[in-house]
C-alpha cells in the first residue's frame, strides 16, 4: 500500500493499515510537497532580508535583526533564532484598509503543478495556504486585533472576507492539480485557553474557515490545520467548518487521551511527542515511554493519527537524540 493511500484512510477513517509518518529520516515519510500559489513578482524590497536596517530599527525602537514581509510588516528577532515575530504591523490604523492588498496570484501555476504529474506520486502530496487570524494578527499586531473583535467587528469582517476570497481564487487554480490536501495554519490559544470566547471565535471567525473548508472539499482535497495553544474549546467549530486534520506540536496540552477519545472519530490528529512536556525533558525512559502511550492510544480508536518531527528541533532546545528515540519507538509500534 502506497504512503497516499495510508494517509487517506487514516483522514478518511478507513481502516488505515498502520500510523502515517513525517519524519526527518526519509524513509518514514508519507508526504510529499507541491506550491500551492505563484505570485507575481512585487519590486524588489531592500528590507527583505534580515539586517540591522537602520531605517526599520528607528521606526520600531527595535534592537535586532529586522525584516519586511510581503504585506509590508516589519519582523524582528534576535541572534537569529526564529522566523521572527511581527513588530510593527502595515495596518497602523484601518483607514489605511483600502490600500491593503494580498499579493496577486498567478495564474500559470496551474499548467506547472500539471506537468508534475502529482496524481501519479505515491506521497500524499500537501500544498499551504495563507494564515487567516496570524495575517490579521501579524497586519495590526495582536493586542489590536483582539481589540477589534469587539470595537471594529465590521473591519475584521472585511479584513477576513479578502483572505477568503484569495483562498477561494487560489483553490480554483490548483484544484484538480493532483494536490491531496491543504495546510493553512494559525495559532489560537495560550497554555489554558484561547484568545478570544468560542462564541466570538463562532461569530466572526468560523464562517472564513469554513469558505475555505468549502472550497477545498469542492475540489477533491483536505484540510490540514496547524494551531498551538489550548484550542480545546474551539475544536468542535473547526470540525463543523471543515478542518479534517489538526497538526498540534502539544498533544499533551489537551492530553492526547482526550484527542483521541472526544474527537479522533471525526478528525485526524498530526503530532509529535510533545514538545513542550515530554522532548525537552531529554528523559528517555519518559519519551519512549509517553511515544508507546501515544501509539497505544489511537490504536484503540482505529487510528486518528500522523506521527512527525517538530522542523527545528534546535529552536526548543531539544537534541536530535532525543527524538530519535520517540521515532524508533513510533516505527515499531506502528501497526494498527
Request: charged share 30%.
Amino acid at each position: 500500500m502506497t504512503s497516499k493511500e495510508i494517509i487517506r484512510r487514516l483522514v478518511d477513517h478507513d481502516s488505515p493499515p498502520r500510523f502515517g509518518f513525517d519524519f526527518s529520516d526519509r524513509r518514514y515519510n508519507d508526504f510529499g510537497w507541491a506550491p500551492g500559489a505563484k505570485h507575481f513578482p512585487k519590486p524588489k524590497d531592500p528590507y527583505a532580508s534580515w539586517g540591522h536596517h537602520k531605517e526599520l530599527l528607528e521606526l520600531t525602537g527595535f534592537s535586532g535583526e529586522v525584516c519586511r514581509d510581503g504585506y509590508g510588516n516589519i519582523l524582528g528577532r534576535f541572534d537569529g533564532k526564529t522566523k521572527g515575530e511581527c513588530i510593527r504591523g502595515v495596518l497602523q490604523s484601518w483607514d489605511d484598509f483600502e490600500l491593503f492588498q494580498m499579493p496577486k496570484l498567478d495564474h500559470s501555476l496551474r499548467d506547472e503543478l500539471l506537468s508534475k504529474n502529482l496524481a501519479a506520486s505515491d506521497k500524499y502530496i500537501t500544498a499551504g495556504a495563507c494564515s487567516l487570524f496570524s495575517t490579521l494578527r501579524d497586519c495590526r499586531l495582536m493586542p489590536n486585533a483582539l481589540a477589534d473583535t469587539v470595537l471594529e467587528p465590521e473591519m475584521v469582517h472585511a479584513f477576513l472576507d479578502k483572505i477568503a476570497s484569495y483562498w477561494e481564487e487560489q483553490i480554483s487554480i490548483i484544484a484538480g492539480c493532483g494536490i491531496d490536501a491543504i495546510f493553512t495554519g494559525d495559532d489560537w490559544g495560550t497554555q489554558d485557553r484561547t484568545f478570544i470566547s468560542p462564541e466570538s471565535f463562532a461569530e466572526i471567525f468560523k464562517p472564513y474557515y469554513k469558505r475555505l473548508g468549502d472550497a477545498v472539499h469542492n475540489a477533491g482535497m483536505k484540510l490540514f490545520m496547524h494551531s498551538c495553544g489550548d484550542d480545546y474549546e474551539i475544536i468542535p467549530h473547526f470540525i463543523e467548518a471543515g478542518i479534517d486534520v489538526f497538526q498540534f506540536d502539544q498533544p499533551d496540552l489537551y492530553p492526547s487521551e482526550v484527542l483521541a477519545n472526544e474527537f479522533a472519530d471525526k478528525v485526524c490528529f498530526y503530532s509529535p511527542v510533545d514538545i513542550q512536556k515530554i522532548l525537552p525533558t531529554g528523559d528517555r525512559e519518559l519519551i519512549e515511554k509517553r511515544a508507546l502511550e501515544m501509539t497505544e492510544i489511537f490504536r484503540k480508536v482505529g487510528g486518528g493519527m500522523i506521527f512527525k518531527d517538530y522542523p527545528s528541533y534546535h529552536d526548543i532546545g531539544v537534541d536530535e537524540e532525543w527524538a530519535t528515540w520517540a521515532r524508533e519507538v513510533i516505527v515499531k509500534n506502528a501497526e494498527i
